[in-house]
Each structure stands twice: as C-alpha cells, then as structure tokens.
C-alpha cells in the first residue's frame, strides 16, 4: 500500500525594501529616519490639492540596482499606476505604485549552506511604490495620530515565487536578501528603522494526481518587520494548518496579521480584505523609458554579490564558510578585509582579527567601519609584526585598542614605545651570556637536569629587557647556550 | 476715474505709457466688481492686491482667476463645500508666473464645482449668470472667469478646460477662450480635475489678449512632469501681431460631423460663415469627416470621471477643508464627503469608481482608453491634410439657468464639439463668430499639437475684419467714467 505523500510548506514573500534616497520619492523632502513628526513635509507628500508628483531618478536608479541584484530584466519602458484606497496615512487616497508593468520582471536568489543544499528562490516581479505615513492610535485619549515623515519614502517591493519550503529557509532567503541589497548600496535595511517589511504568503500541499499539487488554503500574514516574526509567523502557520488537516477542518484564503507578543497570527476583518485597488495608469507621471546604456551603467555598479564573493573568499583566501560568510554579510568588513590581504596580511590572521577584534567592537559601540580612523595598511603592518613574531598578540590589542581611539599608527607605537619583542639573536645571545655568568646555580641546576631552573634564567632575560625580549626566543637561545656550554665544560 | 480700455494690451500700454497707474487700474476693476458682481455672481472672492505689481509685460494688469487655481492670498474652494474655508499655503505655478509678470490677481471666479458642469449651475457656492441676459447661464465650468472678462469686470482671466471649460463659457458670453496644447502650461497648483485632459488657459476678448496671456503661462515647469517645453514659448503676441494680409495657402477642414445633428442649424450657420470669412481672406476651406467624433463623450464621461474619481479621492476630513462630525474613520469619510460634494461630483465619482472596477475596467476604462488611441489618430490623419479644423464651439448659444440641470445628458451634450481636443492633447481656441438672436455664438478653431502661436493669429486675422468681439453686452462693467 502507498501512503498520501506528506504535506510540506509552500512560502512565498513580498519584501518592501526602503531605497537609500536622501530625500523622497515624488518630492524633495528628506528621506531620513527618525525626524520630529511631521517636518519632513511638503505639499506634494502631504497630498495637497493641486500638488503633483515628480520623480527622483535617484530611487528610479537604485530600483534598477536592486533588480540587478536579484538578477531581474529591467524593462525597457515601464509606467507608475495609482492604487486606490483611503486610510488616514494615505493622503491622496491612493498609493503612487507599478502594476500592469513593473520595473523588472524575473530574477533568483541562490542560497547555499541551507540543510547542506544550494537552494534556489525565483524572483516573479520587482516594482517601485511609495511609502504611506504612520497611524498611532492612542488609548488614552482616543485619538489617532498621524506622522505623514515616511509619506513618500520610495519602497522597491521584492515578489518571490513560491520556493521556500521551511521557515528557516525563508529566514535565510531575507538574510541573504538583507546582504544582497547592503552590497548592492540599494539599502541600509536597518530593520529597526522599518526599512524592511514583509507579507508572507503560506499554504501547506503535496504531490496530487498527475503533475498536480494539492493543498491548503492560502494564509497572508502581512508586515512583518522582523525575521524573528517571519520565521515564527511561518512556524505558528504550519502547525496551524496540519492541525486543521488532522482535525479536518477546512481552512478559507484570508489575510491575517501576527501578534508579536502572544506568538500567533490571527485573521483580519474581513472588510480589510474586500480590496478592489482600482488600478489605472498614473495621468501624472508619463511613462519612462530606461535608457539601455544607463541600465548597463547601473548594473555595472552593482558590485560582486554576496554569493559569488563568499565563493571567491573560500578559494582564494581558503577561508572556512563560517569566517566567508561572516565577512561578506557585512559589505565594509569583506573591503578591509580583502583591502588588508592586499597590503600583504594573511588572509586567516585578517580574518581572525576582522571578526574578533573590528567586528566586537563594532558591535559593542554601534559604530560603522567607516568612522573609525584605522585602516587596512595598518592592520596588515601590526599583523606582520605579529607572524614575524616581533610582538605578542596581547601587545597588538593594545596598540590596536589605542590605534581605533586616538588613530595613532599601530606600528609607530610599537616603535616609540619600544614595545617592540627583542628578536633579535645576537642580542639577546649576549643577555644570555651575562644572565649565565651571573647566575652560575641555576645554570648548573639546568645542566643537572633540573627543567624548572631554565623559566628562572628566562624571567631573567626578560628583567633585564624590561619585558621586552621574545620570551620564546629567550628560551631557545637559553637552552642552546646552556647545552653549547656544559659541552665546552 | 480714467477710462477702463476694453482689453488687457490696451491697458497694459496705457499703464506704460504713464496714461494709467496700477492702482487705478485695480481700483477700477474692482469698483466694477463692486457694482455689477451682484448680479452676474461671477466671483466667489474678491480683494486689493497686496503687493506692488513687479515690472513685467502684464504690468499693473488686474485680472481674476477660476477658483480650482491655488492661491496664497485668496481662498482656493473649488466651488465645493468641501472645501469652503480653504486657503493653499502656495501659488499655482500659473498664478506665480503672472505674478511675475506684473499681473494683479482681484478675485477668484465662480465655476461648477471640481470644475464638473457645463453652466455654472454646478457651483456649490451659487450660480453665474450670463452678462448678455441674466435668466442665461454663462456656460461652464469657467463660467465665472467668462462672464467676468464679458461683463468688463477685469480684461483678463485664467480658467481651466478638461472638455471644454474655457472655450464653451467663451463662446456664450462673447469672448475668446484659448485651451493650449497640453503640457503647455504647468498644472502645478490647479486642483485637478481629469489630470490626462486638464489644461489652464486665458479668457479675454480678444485673441491678442490671449496670446499675451499665454507668453506669460506657457513654459515647461519640472513640477509638473506632463510639462513641455513649447516651442514658441513667449513669442505667441508676436506671432499674433505679425503683419499678414492674408490666409493663403492655409487648409482648414470643416468636420462634417461638428455640423450635423444635435447641432444647432443656426449655430453652424454661423461656424460655416466664419469658414467663409477665412476663405475670403485666402485659406482652402474644404469638408472632411470624422467619425469616430461619434465616441468621443461616453469614451470622456469613462476616463475624466475614472480620473477624477481617483483625484477627489484626498479629500477626506482628515487634514484640511470640511470634517463633518464622525464615529470613527469610516463613518468620517462617508459624512464628510456626503455632505461636501454636490450631487454633479458624486454622480462622477461614482461613474469613475464603476469604469475603474474589477470586473469593468476592460469593457469600460481599457476599451475607452483604445478608443481615445484611434480618435487622437484620426485627428493626426486629419493634420496631414489641414491645418486647422473649423467647428461650432457649442452645439448651441448660451441656455437658461434651470433649463438642463434635470437632464445629465443634455448638459453633457454642450461639450460635444470641445471634448475632442482635450482627448489629443491639441490646441484649440474659441472666438465669437456671429450672433443667433441676441446671443454670441463662438467658433472653435483646433490644431495639431505646439500649434499654438498658429491657432491665435488665425484667430487674430479674423478679429481684425470682423467686430463679433467688440460688441458690448447689456451688462457692460468696462470704461466706466
Ligand atoms: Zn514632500
């Protein structure tokens, strides 16, 4: 007997993507996050009567981007429509958007190191829109506020195909979504400024007869601006629909939102479902023609995407996947790190140091790679110090720690301080001898055979230096004058 | 007080000339006002010009303005409830530009609400009646602005025309109307109606008058990206004023369609004579046909009301003009918008909303928008053979007030012979052709598109062998003394 094959998840995602313009989309208002409510307005983001939008061509230019960071076909000629609908934070009463021909048309995202398989995820379609305002609504007076800043912020709206098969694959298609759209200088995608949001489309199916697939009903979580909730949104999905499957219980298409703090999604009214957007061509804004050689421009500014570059760390540098990827999912740290190889560091010691080091403390003050006043050069300098075991790793922090505060040459430091390790044989060779002929026990002790007499003669070597002689070396150069000496005796 | 020259050039020069200041100019166009608006309901506000006229070619000009034309100083309503108490925190790119010029803004002028309506009879505010008999409408929807400049009040004034507005209201009160080519003079600022087709326009009595006005409107604005840049920008007064004897060599079609049923036979009389006054003066006149003309008002009411049912759309309550007392944010929008339209704009919101639906948006909104294609394409055809196309401006003359307003169709039907010009985005120009009775009857001269600066100085040679311009209607506010 042959059992029904078993149900597994179907995602889809509409991703909205903030473009980094500094201001808006159909206005000259700036763009920027966090400012008072409602300064960053003017007549045409406010919906006016008489006002009328114009486009920036710096959002069209960073679309094209971002569809050729996803491999889309930029289309040669493409129009704006309205979307029609009335909510407080739409001051138009409609949404200038892309419909009936969007920006670009197709496009994949590869993910590798997913359950040990390349995944592949289709883009169906990238279009341009702009952002609405913001409704807070508050309980204690009653009232709703709105803040009209976000008004005209230009969006790009990322649409996949159906090919994500868990949560945790549609978590790591944002992730590599998110690292795509920083390399691509399309966005910043700093979540906490809302400048990713996501729709998810999920429904459980299987093999039916013929080619066929056979399934749920399909659930819409909308605005989801974590991949936290993405992921756990998606979970709290499946279990509901195998429960309904397993209960019987037949499941109806619906929108439903997600409820952070509870962990579970629930349907919305179904008036916010009965949409009819009345879609038509935008009379304002005339159709625009993507000049081919400024598409080929634009795309030639797309740098080397994440995958690729992860690729090329692994067999260039012969890196390991965790530090590859640990490095090209922050575009800054991949440029010094490769800029630092260039100027001649090891590529494992950079890593090591990038990721320890850089990347803690960047993590810790919040800062960007960019405001900090060291660079590659340096870095491959204290490193070479370092292999060539002319300073300690502790010393490197140091002069590293003191390099990221003041911007102080890390090797001038070890210079002028004379923290440099005597490394140098025929010095510390004739240190030797003096500790020797000073301290006649304990090299006799050692050429007795007494190991533990040698770390006195050593701490020796190191008083007389002030620390500053290579402790390994002092070693080696101990016990070979030591042994060259009971030979002589 | 000194005499009040009939046209705006005329007063221009007499200002330069030292025969005339600025503020007698004002003061006695606003006296005017004072005296004889009562009656005619032409304007909805009026005022002194704040400001000292800057130094320009409309210098000292006082002039008034439809009311769908944002301005600073003065309440911008529309006509409409909805936005009685509304003044906009900016000028029209329009309104700005004759600012520049040295033009004084008086008042603004009385329209259909939304600029929806063929008589002023839409006004939300109260009707306009026609200076040549006051139980008439004015025409609409710049009813005000035309039966301003007939009446004298001011020498000149703007209007917008989306199928009509500034030529119909033209030929029923007497005046010349001009509707440039589209994307001639920036929208920026005029409260939209139908974005694809609204277009702003002068209204004077005279076709000279129309072309200063337009050296000053028209220009390409980049805060209006359906705005071009006009090839014969600031030099339509002296295309106008070119020294020319006659038409020869000119073609000028008559589109038997403009002349046939549902057209007044008087009214086309009176077109077909204009014809022959052109052909006395050495222009081709010929007959053609046109017949998708037949199209061209359900496949308008589909896509100007579509438009406009998506362009009325921000006005809610929620941020400036009428919130009526409300719930909650539904019942807000119901209340608001309920009690702010008039039934005329409702009536077009709902038609737009219907042709944009899912479901309707093929048959009627996609198919209309096909038909326009093959109607604009007919026109071009047309253009290869004829410079211009000779029609009646309205199948009829001035109507009475009360005489359509239960009738729809019989209102829409005025705007038969202007709609299609808005639909190719062509200039077209009215200019009184003649008289049926007592009532001045317009001409409508159309052109292929940046036609312009050709359409005035035809219009303009017929002007200097004619008078239909010169004669003064019983309500004559003009060279007071
Ligand atoms: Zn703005």
């Known amino acids: 007997m042959t059992g029904s094959p078993e149900y597994r998840p179907m995602i889809g995602l509409e991703i909205h993507v903030a473009l980094a313009t500094r201001s808006k989309m159909f206005c000259g208002c700036s763009a920027e996050f966090g400012a008072p409510p409602n300064t960053n307005v003017c007549p045409v983001c406010l919906g006016l ?29 493409m129009h704006f429509e309205r979307k029609n609908y009335h909510y407080p934070d739409l001051p138009k009463g ?27 995820v289709r883009i169906r379609r990238v279009h341009l829109e702009e952002d609405a305002g913001k409704s807070t609504h508050s309980a204690e007076t ?248 002319e300073i300690s790793g502790t010393m490197a922090k140091d002069v590293w720690s003191e390099a990221v505060e003041t911007g102080r040459d890390p090797v001038s430091s070890v210079e002028e301080s004379g923290l440099r390790q005597i490394s140098d044989e025929e010095t510390l060779d004739a240190l030797v001898e003096e500790v020797i002929e000073e301290n006649p026990d304990a090299a006799e002790e050692f050429t007795a055979g007494k190991e533990k007499a040698l770390g006195f003669l050593v701490g020796q070597v190191m008083k007389k230096t002030r620390g500053q002689a290579n402790p390994q070396l002092a070693n080696e150069r101990l016990r070979k004058a030591l042994r060259n000496g009971s030979d002589h005796r | 007080m000194p005499e009040y020259p009939a046209t705006a050039l005329a007063l221009t020069e007499a200002i330069r000339d030292g025969e005339m200041t600025s503020e007698e100019a004002a003061a ?135 199928g009509g507005s500034i030529r119909q209201p033209a030929s029923f009160c007497g005046i010349t109307g001009m509707k440039p080519t589209y994307g001639s003079v920036s929208r920026l600022g005029l409260i939209a109606f139908a974005s694809s087709l609204d277009q702003i326009g002068p209204l004077g009595r005279t076709a000279r008058d129309c072309a200063l006005a337009m050296d000053v409107l028209v220009g390409r604005d980049a805060g209006d990206s359906t705005s071009i840049e006009h090839p014969h920008a600031g030099q339509f007064l002296q295309a106008a004023l070119e020294e020319r004897e006659s038409l020869r060599g000119v073609r000028i079609g008559l589109p038997a369609e403009y002349y046939a049923e549902g057209i ?123 410079d211009y196309l000779l029609t009646p401006t309205s199948p009829t003359p001035a109507f009475c007030l009360g005489e359509r307003t239960e009738d729809p169709l019989a209102m829409y039907m005025a705007d038969l012979c202007t709609i299609p010009a808005n639909m190719a985005g062509i200039p077209a120009i009215s200019f009184p052709g003649g008289f049926v009775g007592d009532l001045p009857v317009g001409v409508q001269l159309m052109g292929p598109r940046l036609s312009d600066a050709g359409i005035l100085a035809t219009a303009d040679l017929f002007q200097r062998v004619t008078d239909y311009h010169r004669v003064r209607p019983p309500l004559w506010g003009g060279d007071t003394s």
């Open chain 2, 264 to 386: 007044d036979p008087e009214v086309a009389r009176v077109a077909r004579r204009a014809a022959k006054t052109l052909e006395d003066l050495g222009a081709i006149v010929e007959e053609i046909s046109l017949p998708h003309t037949a199209y061209a008002l359900p496949v308008y009411y589909i896509l100007a009301s579509a438009e406009a049912s998506s362009n009325l759309a921000r006005f809610d309550g929620v941020r400036y003009g009428l919130r009526a007392a409300a719930d909650d944010i539904d019942d807000l929008y119901r209340r608001t918008r309920g009690e702010g339209f008039g039934e005329e704009v409702k009536r077009r919101i709902m038609l737009g909303t219907y042709a944009l639906s899912a479901g309707y948006y093929d048959d009627l909104y996609v198919k209309a928008a096909r038909v326009r294609r093959v109607m604009v394409r007919e026109l071009e055809e047309a253009f290869k053979v004829y």
């Open chain 1, 49 to 77: 009567p008489g006002s009328l939008p114009a486009i920036n061509a710096r959002a069209l230019e960073l679309g094209i981007m971002c569809a050729r960071a996803v491999g889309g076909q930029v289309q040669a000629r």
């Open chain 1, 94 to 120: 409609y949404q200038i958007s892309q419909y009936a021909v969007p920006l670009a048309i197709g496009g994949e995202v590869v993910l590798d190191d997913v359950e040990d398989a390349e995944r592949r």
């Open chain 1, 142 to 389: 009653g009232h709703t506020l709105l803040d009209f800043n976000r008004c005209g912020v230009p969006l790009a709206e990322i649409v996949t195909e159906p090919d994500m098969r868990s949560p945790g694959e549609a978590r790591a298609f944002l992730e590599e979504l998110r690292a795509l759209l920083r390399v691509a200088g399309v966005s910043e995608v700093r979540m906490e400024a809302g400048e990713l949001r996501c729709d998810v489309n999920f429904n459980l199916v299987r093999s039916a007869a013929g080619d066929g697939l056979e399934g749920t009903e399909i659930s819409e979580v909308k605005n989801l601006n974590s991949f936290r909730s993405v992921q756990r949104a998606l979970e709290y999905e499946v279990s509901r629909h195998r429960e309904a499957i397993r209960g019987g219980e037949p499941l109806v298409h619906e929108t439903r939102h997600w409820d952070e703090e509870r962990g579970i999604t629930y349907a919305a009214r179904s008036k916010e479902e009965a949409h009819d957007y009345r879609y038509f061509p935008e009379p304002d804004l005339p159709p625009i023609s993507v000049d081919p050689d400024l598409a080929q421009y634009l795309a030639a500014q797309v740098p080397e995407l994440p995958r690729a570059r992860r690729r090329r760390f692994r067999n260039e540098f012969d890196l390991g996947s965790y530090d590859a990827r640990a490095l090209v999912s922050e575009a800054e740290l991949a440029d010094f790190f490769e800029e630092a190889v260039a100027e001649g560091a090891d590529p494992k010691d950079a890593a090591n140091w990038i990721l320890g080091e850089v990347r803690g403390h960047l993590n810790a003050t919040g800062d960007s790679l960019a405001d900090l006043p060291v660079t590659p050069r340096m870095l491959a300098a204290l490193l070479s110090l370092v292999a060539a075991g």
């Open chain 2, 28 to 162: 006695a166009s606003l006296a005017a006002i004072e005296r004889f608006d009562g009656r005619l309901g032409a304007f909805l506000s009026v005022g002194d010009p704040v400001d000292p006229p800057v130094d320009g070619i409309l210098r000292g000009l006082p002039y008034a303005a439809k009311d769908n034309l944002c301005t600073r100083d003065f309440p911008t309503t529309c006509a409409s409830g909805i936005l009685a108490d509304y003044t906009p925190p900016y000028d029209a790119t329009a309104i700005a530009g004759m600012t520049r010029a040295g033009a004084r803004l008086v008042g603004k002028t009385n329209m259909d609400e939304f600029a929806m309506g063929s008589s002023n009879e839409n006004s939300g505010i109260k009707p306009t009646r026609n200076p040549w008999d006051l139980q008439r409408v004015p025409g609409g929807s710049s009813g005000g602005s035309a039966a301003a400049v007939a009446a004298g009040l001011v020498p000149l004034a703007l209007g917008t025309d989306t």
